[in-house]
């Protein structure tokens, strides 16, 4: 009897131990306050009817359980992100309803949803990445906190855990300098303007749009505070940036016993330059640097580093990039025993005759197996890993990168991007494929994109496209629709049928000119032009039912602009060959119907917010504590956006944004001026002077650039009446176009 009871003694004293170290290991791994903070943001009327529980990893990998339990749906995960992972699958599989940068659906059924059986959902990816340092610039320079808040629920409810997070870094640059005796003058001449700062945290330049305010620097600085602490409240792993050898232009002079390496990115802009690996001073300024980090911004232990990003090394031998590797990596290691460094694979794909076999096994083998993860940054068009045997052996991980410069054309291949992740996990040759990615440069476009390769995210199997479209529009509009269902499967079999590397653009957002694409601006067109004018006429038909749907109005308005978009290209080319045959009443005739487009396609993007370059300008300026400061920050928006660089740049309209004020306010003045030159050489019997126009139209950019006059952040009018009355104008217009011009592929 005695035995009996101290048997029951011992089991009980172990039972409650076990569920001591169960509930610590909960607390630690679970933040109920964080997720249950997202749920209000997220449905605040509905927040009371759910639960949160923990249930541990499973195989070490994330994973999330769904029910319904006494009326209330139980969230059960891991940490913060299965919990709200698990929030977004009930979202979308029980209540129909899809969270997206352009457009959400919440409207919550009656009566409340349940969930007949309980699901359990396991992620195959140990790592989920997001962001490229691009993003940082492109889409969110001039993001606040209650932005930043959007991102990040948007992120754990899509099972992010893996999130670069550079906000913030010029402050540590700064008192690690200044440390070292530079002073205002050397760091003004150091720091770029906040629109330029991914390309001085990867060492392409220094000092454009600058110079940076303290005041801008300690503001970044408290905002990255709370985006870290956000993220890590999910049980996200936030990745901070390391020191790759960047100094300042002054650092050559102040030191001119330190080798210091010229570096000299592939536009004109002057050179910045890298400590040689090889000096102490480059481990000492490395260990000053993560020392600052970690005591500012404290450590998950990955690090960003990316010395030879879009740039060549002064050498291709073995011994010197290894020991660079080493460096850099040992300059983290010694103050992080436990960093582990995360690098971007865009430079193999960028300069791929130089990193041959031998350079990056050199690169790959100077790290610690382990301690390295490489982002296989463009899988989906130019994957690295199939002809790297998988990198070698090293951790990777499958990144979409779909935009560059946050284009908003229509564009992406949807069968490719419903089954390559799959296929890659099983993949004879995935070496350590170790996650999954997003890698975009610009966001807040092609929504249906992104969503598609969030939910590989939770899944291993292939995407079944056709039942994903339906269920996505049903989600996306709130309630199913047959005429919005055939506009998605035009959209399929369109513009969401190819992945061109830049996208599919509008001539009329690149400089002027009669030849059918110009810098940057590329206008071949990969599907069937006229079929897309049937998705908009599905989506007109589809309106009286679904035209309160915040996502069915972006949608038609986004289809409306790119049928828009793509006959500007065919009136173009009409215009240009009435030109070449001496026609100019015709040439005259169909400029004007050219302007007039422009100006229609204005107006229409004038209906939503996610369509106005005011927006973007008034941001920028609200960055700013005094009239010089928003005058700097105007002038960064407005030179991103279009001569990148000062006048002579040659990445101009890189971004090529088809805005409602920059269609406009930008580009229709310079098709003003360059069809006032054509007609006036014309008349005296010349013609027209491409080269002198465009030294001549660039002093009317700069000055652009540097203007103020205001552009409103307000959407106006409807936009389903104004797509329709388009409609109505156009249609006939462009099938007769592309039936006379052939152009139809």
């Known amino acids: 009897m005695r035995k009996t009871r101290y048997i029951i003694l011992v089991l009980a004293l172990v039972l409650t131990a076990t569920a001591q170290n169960v509930r ?52 059960r995960g891991n940490n913060g992100i299965s919990v709200a992972s698990a929030l977004n699958h009930w979202l979308k599989h029980y209540a129909h309803c899809e969270i997206t940068w352009n457009g959400t659906n919440l409207n919550i059924p009656d009566p409340f949803p349940q969930v007949p059986v309980k699901v359990r959902k396991l992620t195959p990816h140990e790592y989920r990445y997001y962001f490229n340092y691009c993003t940082f610039n492109y889409t969110a320079t001039w993001w606040d906190w209650k932005r930043w808040e959007w991102e990040i629920d948007f992120m754990a409810m899509n099972g992010i855990n893996m999130p670069l997070a550079l906000t913030g870094q010029n402050s540590i640059w700064d008192k690690v300098y200044r440390s070292m005796g530079f002073t205002d003058k050397d760091m003004d001449a150091f720091f770029s303007g906040p629109a330029y700062t991914n390309w001085f945290w990867m ?203 946050g284009r908003i054309s229509m564009f992406g291949d949807m069968n490719s991007i419903a089954a390559d992740p799959a296929a890659a996990l099983q993949a004879r040759g995935k070496g350590n494929l170790s996650g999954i990615g997003l890698t975009m440069e610009g966001i807040e476009q092609n929504p249906a994109i992104y969503a598609l390769m969030l939910d590989h995210v939770w899944n291993t199997a292939p995407i079944v496209l056709d039942d994903w479209l339906k269920a996505y529009a049903r989600r996306r509009y709130g309630q199913k629709s047959p005429a919005a269902e055939k506009a998605w499967e035009i959209l399929k079999n369109t513009v969401y049928s190819h992945q061109p590397w830049w996208g599919t653009n509008s001539i009329i957002t690149g400089r002027p000119t009669f030849s059918p694409a110009t810098v940057w601006t590329y206008t071949e067109i990969p599907y069937n032009t006229k079929e897309l004018l049937g998705a908009w006429k599905h989506l007109l038909d589809a309106s009286a039912d679904l035209r309160n749907s915040d996502g069915f109005r972006y949608d038609i308005v986004d289809v409306a602009r790119q049928v828009l978009a793509n006959y500007a290209n065919e009136l173009q080319q009409d215009f240009a060959r009435d030109y070449e045959q001496k026609n100019m009443a015709a040439f005259n005739r169909k400029s004007a119907l050219f302007l007039d487009l422009i100006d229609d396609m204005d107006n229409l993007l004038s209906t939503r917010k996610d369509f106005l370059l005011g927006a973007w300008l008034n941001s920028a300026k609200a960055m700013g504590d005094n009239a010089r400061e928003k005058q700097l920050y105007e002038r960064n928006a407005r030179d991103l956006i279009t001569l990148w660089l000062d006048k002579d740049c040659n990445i101009h309209e890189y971004a090529c944004k088809e805005w409602a004020g ?81 152009h139809t592929k």
């Open 24 to 75: 610590a290991y909960n607390d630690k791994e679970l933040n109920k306050e964080a997720a249950y903070g997202l749920i209000k943001r997220v449905l605040p009327e509905h927040a009371g009817k759910f639960e949160i529980a923990y249930i541990p990893k499973e195989k070490g990998n994330d994973v999330f359980e769904l029910e319904s339990k006494n009326n209330r749906i139980v969230l």
């Open 203 to 405: 060492g392409n330049l220094d000092a454009w749009g600058g110079p940076m305010s303290k005041n801008f620097m300690q503001k970044q600085e408290a905002l990255q505070k709370k985006i870290l602490e956000r993220e890590r409240s999910f049980g996200m792993t936030p990745i901070l940036p390391s020191f790759t050898g960047h100094v300042p232009p002054s650092f050559k002079d102040r030191f001119p016993h330190i080798k210091v390496n010229t570096q000299q990115w592939g536009i004109n802009v002057a050179p910045a330059y890298v400590l040689n690996p090889e000096t102490p001073m480059f481990k000492e300024i490395g260990k000053k640097f993560l020392e600052e980090l970690i005591k500012t911004f404290g450590t998950d232990h990955l690090y960003s580093a990316d010395t030879f990003n879009e740039m060549t090394p002064v050498s291709n031998d073995s011994t010197y990039l290894g020991g660079m590797a080493r460096k850099i990596y040992e300059s983290m290691a010694a103050v992080d025993p436990q960093a582990t460094w995360i690098m971007q694979g865009w430079m193999f794909l960028d300069r791929p005759n130089f990193w041959q076999p031998t350079q990056m096994k050199a690169l790959f083998n100077a790290v610690p197996d382990d301690k390295l993860i490489v982002l296989d940054l463009n899988s989906e068009l130019n994957p690295v890993w199939s002809r790297t045997d998988a990198f070698y052996g090293q951790k990777w991980i499958w990144c979409m990168l779909h935009n560059f410069g």
């Open 662 to 742: 920059m269609l406009k306010g930008f580009y229709k003045p310079r098709w003003q001026q360059f069809f006032a030159e054509v007609q006036k050489q014309a008349a005296a019997g010349k013609p027209i002077d491409q080269k002198r126009f465009e030294e001549e139209i660039k002093n009317w950019e700069w000055k652009w650039v540097n203007a103020t006059e205001p552009y409103t952040d307000k959407p106006k009018g409807d936009a389903v009446a104004v797509a329709r009355a388009l409609y109505t104008k156009y249609s006939n217009r462009v099938e007769q176009a592309y039936t006379q011009n052939k």
